[in-house]
Every structure is written in structure tokens, then in C-alpha cells.
């Protein structure tokens, strides 16, 4: 072996092992912030075990998921007394994570038969975002948040489970919410329409609801830069515009950021600023508890170097220890001042401040941990709200919410230069290797370092049908010393 690919070898493993330079998408680690606040893997299993048994399984003073028939269920608003896609598109995720593919499905077929606007509809592929139990629609128009859920999850699913027949055909319903949100107004139908794409395409922003006046602004906590950027990997079109909707998602969150408190509005407009008129949500309230876990995410999973997510997310819950971490109110105007006289310690905030001690330094921000530790999980009247993103943010902080990759092998990381293309082919699970030139390669398991394969092409192609999953680096070699390195997980 020569010193280069030693040396390669050496570099690659140590990164892995260290985990410091990459997020989740590149080392396939997910970091457990309970283990490193001190607790015990038993009581984290066992609150994910309660959660599940309170949530889909429990009493009416309990569940969220009720069954609708024998193969389809809702998540149900318990104070409105309505279904909406926001708690729909998050029970899905749930249960993506912790592979309930059956309540998966009956949540799917009873968002696509309810809540679905058909082919021949100028809103076709968006979801009514509020619906009665019995399917009956309330909500003319779409949430956003629920678009991008929906295809999220779907898009899990299909790399989880595999797709299925007719709506459970996962990775077609997910390509079709995106390919329908991308292509209006759908002037086929209605030369007229008001519906906008779901994402203005000159401000690559998503809007707060893609109708008239109210695609002329955004939600901050609407923003999912990890789900854009893996959509710029797997979606079937527009990958460059998902790529860049993630971009610029991350450049805008010191801009909804108040300087001093890291607070960040409900509504703003494009340029960063609180978004004055539709209704008092110019200061931090409820939607905008969400921005901190978006942010967490993000980071978990791509580490990204175009954003300072420490010094964002450390701004923010700063600020809230200085409110005292178990005592904290769950709005305020965005310089820190009390509103509406609220003095509720809500729950769900307190799971999504959790996830944002990611970002931060543990002995600085342990607190936050303990806070979300001891928090009861949300029952009664106001459990539908609180209790989504405390399930949501305790998979987050416990290493759960992961990234499900397509079967075989996918190139994550691609690094060094020169005229050569390594290809994975996810079906025959073969890497190939393109370039005139090329020569040897050395196939190295990570983090271990260990050599799994190496010598010379014949054909171009290094085969993988016995190699263990997990996380590789390739090198390939060329007799002209071209050199081209890169990471893929099988």
C-alpha cells in the first residue's frame, strides 16, 4: 500500500472516529444527548415506549392516533376537534422512526383520500390543511409545513420499507407532492389561479401559504434546510433549486434572529424582518418554538459551514436561562419582553430547546436537558401541540430522528479531483469507477481504517454484494498519480 493511501486511510478513520467534522448524513452517527447529560439508556427506551403507548395507544385523555375503519387512522387536534396536516405529516415521521409501518400507512391513506386535492383541481398534490374527523374538509387552502412533511416521511419510507402498490408506492406519492408544490399555478385548470408554487422561486424562501397575499411571506419555523438538501439528493426534479432552498435557508436564520435574544418571529417577510399585518405573530409565539429544532436538525445531520448554528442557537438559549430554565414563559416579544401575560413553562418548548444543546456546550447548557427530562409527557385537553413536538424533539435528542438512505450504496461525499466519476449502482450494488486512466483502488472500512478490498480494474467496477453495511472510502489511484477519493454507506 503505498504512503498516500496510508496516510488517506489514517486522516479518513481518525474523522470518522471523531465524529467532529461531519454531521449524521457523512458518519451515520447520532449523537444521544441524554447518555452525555448522565442518564440511562433504559429511561430513554422506556419515555420513547410511553410516549408511543400514550400517544397511539392510550385513552382518550392520552392518544392522538385514533383509528378511522379498519386501514386508516388521524391524528386528532384535541382542543379544536380537528385533523390537520401539520399533526398528520408529524405522526407519519414518528412513525417512520420507529417503524410502525402500519399506523404509517393508516395515517397516509387517510391524508391522501381526505385531505388530498385531486388531479383535476388547480390546488392538485396540495393537502387541505384542516379537516373534520369524519374527512370532510374545513381548510380551502395548504399549510406549507404539512407539504413538507408529507414528502419527508414518504420519502423515509420508501428507503425503509421499500415502495408498495398504488398509494404506497412511497417514493412516487412523495416526488408527486414535490413535482405538484413546484409547478404551479396550474393554469391547465384555472388561467386565473392564485395558488402559488410552494416555494417562491425568486426568493427561494418557503411561503407561509401558497395563495394570493399570503405567498408574499414566510414562516420562519417552515424553513427544513435538511429535508431541502436531501430532496437536492433524491428528489426526481429540481435538485439544483432544493439544493439552493437549503442554501438560503441557512443564510436567513441570523436574519430572523433578534440581535440579543436569538428570538425569532412567527411570520416574516422575505427579507428576514417580522412580518406586520395577518394577525398578531410579528414577536415569538407558538410556531416559532419550532425554529430552534429546525435549526438542531439541520446540524445533527449535515454540520453544515455556511451557518453558525452554536452561536445562533447558544444566542437563543442564552436567553431563556436567563429566564431560568425551568421557568421560562413560551412567548415573548422578540427583545424579551413578556406578551399577552403568558406565564405557561410549555412543554413543547422545552423539547425543542432540549434539541438545540446539539450545537452547544453540554456543561453549559445541561439544564436544558434535565428541564425536557423532567417534563411529564403532555395529556389532556392541550396534548395534541405540545405532545407532537415533545415525541418529535425527544427522537431528536436521543439519537432516533435519522436519516433513512436508498438501499445500497450512495455516494455521500465526494472529495480530491481529477477525470474520474465514481458511480454507485444501487442495483447490481456495485461501485463503478469512470476515467480512461484509472488504475488500483483501496476500498477502507470507517471508522475501523481497515482495508476491505484493493488491487487493480479490470472492467471498472468494484463489486459489494458481500460487504458488510456500513460506512466506506475509496481511493482510486491512476498510473498517471490522478488520485480521487470519496465516502459512500451501504
Not at 417552515?222 to 432552498?245: I, T, V
Not at 454507485?424 to 478490498?453: C, F, K, N, Q, W
Request: glycine share 8%; proline share 4%.
Amino acid at each position: 500500500m503505498s504512503k498516500a493511501i496510508t496516510c488517506l486511510m489514517v486522516s479518513l478513520a481518525a474523522s470518522m472516529a471523531a465524529g467532529a467534522a461531519d454531521g449524521a448524513f457523512v458518519s451515520g452517527e447520532y449523537r444521544n444527548l441524554f447518555a452525555e447529560a448522565g442518564y440511562s439508556q433504559k429511561l430513554v427506551d422506556s419515555r420513547i415506549d410511553r410516549l408511543w403507548s400514550t400517544y397511539f395507544e392510550g385513552n382518550d385523555n392520552e392518544r392522538l392516533y385514533y383509528p378511522a375503519g379498519d386501514d386508516m387512522a388521524y391524528i386528532l387536534d384535541v382542543n379544536n376537534g380537528d385533523v390537520r396536516t401539520e399533526g398528520m405529516s408529524y405522526g407519519m415521521m414518528i412513525c417512520v422512526q420507529l417503524d410502525h409501518k402500519k399506523e404509517f400507512d393508516a395515517l397516509w391513506k387517510w391524508a391522501k383520500t381526505n385531505m388530498q386535492f385531486p388531479a383535476d383541481d388547480e390546488r392538485r398534490g396540495y393537502f387541505a390543511w384542516q379537516c373534520g374527523t369524519d374527512g370532510s374538509k374545513r381548510g380551502n387552502t395548504p399549510a406549507s409545513d404539512g407539504e413538507e412533511y408529507f414528502a419527508m416521511a414518504l420519502m423515509f419510507a420508501s428507503h425503509r420499507w421499500g415502495d408498495g402498490e398504488g398509494i404506497y408506492n412511497y417514493s412516487a406519492e412523495a416526488n408527486y407532492i414535490l413535482d405538484m408544490a413546484f409547478e404551479k399555478p396550474a393554469r391547465d385548470i384555472n388561467p386565473y389561479s392564485s395558488y402559488t408554487p410552494l416555494f417562491d422561486k425568486e426568493q427561494r424562501q418557503v411561503v407561509f401559504v401558497p395563495y394570493a397575499s399570503a405567498a408574499k411571506f414566510t414562516d420562519p419555523s417552515y424553513h427544513l434546510p435538511a429535508f431541502y438538501e436531501l430532496w437536492g439528493k433524491w428528489a426526481a426534479d429540481n435538485r439544483e433549486f432544493y439544493q439552493s432552498l437549503a442554501v438560503k435557508s441557512r443564510s436567513m436564520w441570523s436574519r430572523f434572529a433578534h440581535p440579543v435574544t436569538g428570538l425569532m418571529p412567527d411570520y416574516a417577510d422575505f427579507d428576514g424582518s417580522r412580518h406586520i399585518g395577518d394577525g398578531d405573530h410579528a414577536d415569538f409565539l407558538y410556531d416559532a418554538w419550532r425554529c430552534i429544532m429546525n435549526m438542531s436538525v439541520d446540524y445533527a445531520w449535515f454540520r453544515p459551514d455556511d451557518v453558525d448554528y452554536p452561536t445562533l442557537i447558544g444566542r437563543q438559549l442564552s436567553f431563556f436561562k436567563s429566564k431560568g430554565v425551568r421557568t421560562y414563559h413560551s412567548v415573548y416579544t422578540l427583545d424579551g419582553q413578556d406578551k399577552n401575560g403568558n406565564t405557561d413553562h410549555s412543554p413543547g418548548l422545552v423539547g425543542c430547546n432540549a434539541s438545540g444543546v446539539a450545537a452547544v456546550s453540554m456543561t453549559d447548557y445541561k439544564p436544558f436537558i434535565d428541564d425536557f427530562v423532567s417534563t411529564a409527557i403532555p395529556t389532556g385537553r392541550y396534548r395534541y401541540y405540545d405532545g407532537c413536538l415533545y415525541f418529535l424533539n425527544w427522537l431528536n435528542c436521543s439519537g432516533r430522528m435519522r436519516i433513512y438512505h436508498p438501499a445500497g450504496a450512495s455516494i455521500t461525499d465526494i472529495t480530491a479531483g481529477g477525470d474520474i466519476s465514481i458511480i454507485p449502482d444501487r442495483t447490481a450494488m456495485t461501485v463503478r469507477v469512470d476515467g480512461a486512466d484509472r488504475g488500483g483502488y483501496t476500498l477502507i472500512s470507517l471508522p475501523s481504517g481497515i482495508v476491505a478490498a484493493e488491487g487493480a480494474f479490470t472492467d471498472g467496477t468494484i463489486g459489494l454484494q458481500d460487504a458488510t453495511p456500513g460506512l466506506y472510502a475509496i481511493s482510486v489511484t491512476t498510473p498517471t498519480g490522478n488520485k480521487k477519493t470519496a465516502k459512500f454507506r451501504l
